[in-house]
Protein backbone atom coordinates (compact mmCIF):
# COMPACT_ATOMS: atom_id res chain seq x y z
CA UNK A 1 0.00 0.00 0.00
CA UNK A 2 1.52 4.02 -0.44
CA UNK A 3 1.76 5.64 2.53
CA UNK A 4 -1.25 7.51 3.18
CA UNK A 5 0.37 11.17 4.03
CA UNK A 6 -1.94 13.60 4.69
CA UNK A 7 -3.08 13.47 8.16
CA UNK A 8 -6.79 14.21 7.62
CA UNK A 9 -6.80 12.70 3.82
CA UNK A 10 -9.58 10.26 2.10
CA UNK A 11 -6.89 8.18 1.50
CA UNK A 12 -5.59 7.76 5.30
CA UNK A 13 -9.73 7.19 6.02
CA UNK A 14 -9.56 4.24 3.74
CA UNK A 15 -6.18 2.73 5.08
CA UNK A 16 -7.65 2.59 8.40
CA UNK A 17 -11.00 1.22 7.58
CA UNK A 18 -8.73 -1.77 5.66
CA UNK A 19 -6.82 -2.58 8.34
CA UNK A 20 -9.69 -3.26 10.41
CA UNK A 21 -10.69 -7.06 8.98
CA UNK A 22 -6.85 -7.87 8.60
CA UNK A 23 -6.11 -6.90 12.14
CA UNK A 24 -9.28 -9.08 13.11
CA UNK A 25 -7.81 -11.45 11.62
CA UNK A 26 -4.53 -11.34 12.85
CA UNK A 27 -6.05 -10.93 16.60
CA UNK A 28 -8.90 -13.54 16.45
CA UNK A 29 -7.11 -16.05 18.28
CA UNK A 30 -4.45 -14.51 19.81
CA UNK A 31 -4.10 -14.29 23.56
CA UNK A 32 -0.74 -13.36 24.61
CA UNK A 33 -0.55 -9.34 24.99
CA UNK A 34 3.21 -9.44 23.50
CA UNK A 35 2.15 -11.04 20.41
CA UNK A 36 -0.26 -9.25 19.24
CA UNK A 37 1.87 -5.83 20.06
CA UNK A 38 4.22 -6.95 18.08
CA UNK A 39 1.97 -7.58 15.32
CA UNK A 40 0.35 -4.30 15.41
CA UNK A 41 3.56 -2.29 15.16
CA UNK A 42 4.15 -4.08 12.11
CA UNK A 43 0.68 -3.78 10.47
CA UNK A 44 1.23 -0.06 11.37
CA UNK A 45 4.19 0.83 10.67
CA UNK A 46 4.32 -1.72 7.20
CA UNK A 47 0.91 0.54 6.30
CA UNK A 48 1.85 4.25 7.35
CA UNK A 49 5.20 4.08 7.11
CA UNK A 50 5.75 6.15 9.97
CA UNK A 51 8.92 6.57 11.60
CA UNK A 52 8.92 4.56 14.81
CA UNK A 53 5.52 2.50 15.66
CA UNK A 54 5.59 0.65 18.84
CA UNK A 55 4.69 0.09 23.08
CA UNK A 56 5.88 1.23 26.06
CA UNK A 57 4.33 -1.27 29.09
CA UNK A 58 3.34 -0.48 32.55
CA UNK A 59 5.78 -2.14 35.09
CA UNK A 60 5.34 -0.47 38.43
CA UNK A 61 6.22 2.83 38.30
CA UNK A 62 7.93 3.41 34.70
CA UNK A 63 6.82 2.88 30.92
CA UNK A 64 9.11 -0.36 29.79
CA UNK A 65 9.94 -0.78 25.91
CA UNK A 66 7.66 -2.83 24.57
CA UNK A 67 7.32 -4.59 20.95
CA UNK A 68 8.48 -1.96 18.10
CA UNK A 69 9.43 -1.25 14.81
CA UNK A 70 11.86 1.47 13.78
CA UNK A 71 14.94 2.48 15.27
CA UNK A 72 16.45 1.36 18.71
CA UNK A 73 14.62 3.58 21.49
CA UNK A 74 14.56 4.41 25.07
CA UNK A 75 13.89 1.58 27.16
CA UNK A 76 12.70 3.40 30.00
CA UNK A 77 10.25 6.34 30.66
CA UNK A 78 8.79 7.61 33.88
CA UNK A 79 5.57 8.71 35.03
CA UNK A 80 4.37 11.43 33.73
CA UNK A 81 7.70 12.20 31.59
CA UNK A 82 7.81 13.09 28.10
CA UNK A 83 4.95 12.54 25.70
CA UNK A 84 4.64 8.65 26.57
CA UNK A 85 4.46 9.06 30.48
CA UNK A 86 1.87 12.03 30.55
CA UNK A 87 -0.17 10.32 28.33
CA UNK A 88 -0.39 7.71 31.13
CA UNK A 89 0.19 10.45 33.43
CA UNK A 90 -2.77 12.20 31.82
CA UNK A 91 -4.48 8.91 30.59
CA UNK A 92 -5.48 10.31 27.32
CA UNK A 93 -4.57 10.44 24.11
CA UNK A 94 -1.85 12.62 23.30
CA UNK A 95 -1.21 14.06 19.48
CA UNK A 96 2.24 16.74 19.80
CA UNK A 97 2.69 18.32 16.05
CA UNK A 98 6.07 19.38 16.83
CA UNK A 99 7.70 17.33 19.93
CA UNK A 100 10.51 20.18 19.84
CA UNK A 101 8.14 22.42 21.32
CA UNK A 102 6.84 19.77 23.65
CA UNK A 103 8.15 20.31 27.50
CA UNK A 104 10.29 17.60 28.53
CA UNK A 105 10.25 15.94 25.16
CA UNK A 106 12.46 12.62 25.28
CA UNK A 107 14.30 12.62 22.39
CA UNK A 108 15.15 9.00 21.28
CA UNK A 109 15.98 10.25 17.66
CA UNK A 110 16.36 12.92 16.13
CA UNK A 111 14.04 11.90 13.11
CA UNK A 112 10.84 12.05 15.46
CA UNK A 113 8.98 15.69 14.58
CA UNK A 114 5.48 15.05 15.72
CA UNK A 115 4.09 12.40 17.73
CA UNK A 116 1.00 10.59 18.92
CA UNK A 117 0.17 8.20 22.12
CA UNK A 118 -2.56 6.19 22.52
CA UNK A 119 -3.59 4.29 26.31
CA UNK A 120 -4.37 1.04 27.00
CA UNK A 121 -6.28 0.21 29.62
CA UNK A 122 -6.34 -3.27 31.81
CA UNK A 123 -9.98 -5.12 32.71
CA UNK A 124 -9.88 -2.78 36.09
CA UNK A 125 -9.59 0.68 33.52
CA UNK A 126 -5.85 1.16 34.69
CA UNK A 127 -3.79 2.04 31.48
CA UNK A 128 -1.47 -0.95 30.89
CA UNK A 129 0.60 0.09 28.29
CA UNK A 130 0.89 2.74 25.76
CA UNK A 131 1.23 3.40 21.88
CA UNK A 132 3.49 5.53 20.75
CA UNK A 133 4.04 6.29 17.09
CA UNK A 134 6.75 9.10 15.94
CA UNK A 135 6.53 10.92 12.53
CA UNK A 136 9.82 12.11 10.95
CA UNK A 137 6.97 14.79 9.46
CA UNK A 138 5.88 17.79 11.01
CA UNK A 139 2.44 18.30 12.46
CA UNK A 140 1.55 14.20 10.97
CA UNK A 141 -0.96 13.13 13.54
CA UNK A 142 -4.89 14.60 13.49
CA UNK A 143 -8.65 13.59 14.19
CA UNK A 144 -8.26 10.56 11.74
CA UNK A 145 -5.52 9.17 13.48
CA UNK A 146 -7.26 9.57 16.93
CA UNK A 147 -10.03 8.11 16.11
CA UNK A 148 -8.23 5.48 13.64
CA UNK A 149 -5.34 4.26 16.33
CA UNK A 150 -8.06 4.54 19.43
CA UNK A 151 -10.71 2.19 17.53
CA UNK A 152 -7.96 -0.31 16.95
CA UNK A 153 -6.33 -0.05 20.21
CA UNK A 154 -9.54 -1.14 21.77
CA UNK A 155 -9.33 -4.15 20.38
CA UNK A 156 -6.09 -4.82 22.27
CA UNK A 157 -7.44 -4.39 25.52
CA UNK A 158 -8.95 -7.38 27.01
CA UNK A 159 -5.55 -8.57 26.23
CA UNK A 160 -4.53 -7.23 29.29
CA UNK A 161 -5.36 -8.66 32.55
Not at 21 to 27: A, N, T, V, Y
Amino acid sequence: MNTPSKKNSAERVAAYDSLGPQWKELLDEERDPIAAMANFSALIKETFGWHWVGFYRVVGAELVLGPFQGPVACSRIGFGKGVCGSAWKEERTMVVPDVGQFPGHIACSPHSQSEIVVPLRDSGGRVAAVLDIDSAVLDDFGTVDVHGLETLCETLQPLFE
